[in-house]
């Protein structure tokens, strides 16, 4: 296990910085483009409901998120990467620390007052986590990209070679 991790191996890294953004890409999808929207469509579910079950669903899917950009910096900091697969790191956790420390406690008081029944719900802060969330989406394709392409090499055809 230690020379998995040590200092001379890099395809941990490697991996990890391109399974991690794969990774956090899916949850993005299937917990903000899919679960959130079809949550309110669910016979039975109120707005308090639903707003509830959102925060506890939201709540995880940020620690998740947290967890995998500390690795996700581990992995750009421990071995030699591009400056732009970089700043795409750091780009995607300063997007990550504003959508968790500035955006949620804002969008938490508004769902407390809704479920308080002080406020109707009707709100502008959601705009702004679907814009962090769409920020992520396209940074998170970009470093996909550069990852990958670091890995795959085109061989060009030769003028011999048949068709698959």
Do not use: C
């Amino acid at each position: 296990m230690a020379k998995i991790l040590s200092s001379q191996d890099t395809r941990l890294s490697a991996g990890a910085r391109v399974v991690l953004p794969a990774i956090w890409l899916g949850l993005i999808i299937g917990i903000s483009l899919i679960e959130a929207p079809l949550k309110f469509t669910a016979p039975g579910i109120t707005i308090p409901l639903g707003l509830g079950i959102g925060r506890l669903v939201f709540t995880a899917m940020n620690w998740v998120e947290i967890v995998i950009a500390v690795i996700l910096l581990w992995a750009v900091l421990k071995s030699a990467v591009g400056n732009g697969y970089r700043q795409l790191t750091y780009a995607v956790v300063a997007v990550l620390i504003i959508k968790v420390a500035v955006i949620r406690p804002l969008l938490n008081k508004r769902t407390d007052a809704v479920v308080a029944g002080v406020d109707d719900g009707g709100s502008s802060l959601h705009l702004f986590y679907i814009a962090a969330d769409g920020l992520l989406i396209v940074a998170l394709i970009t470093m996909l990209i550069v990852a990958v392409r670091r890995w795959v090499t085109v061989q060009p055809a030769s003028k011999d070679a048949t068709p698959n």
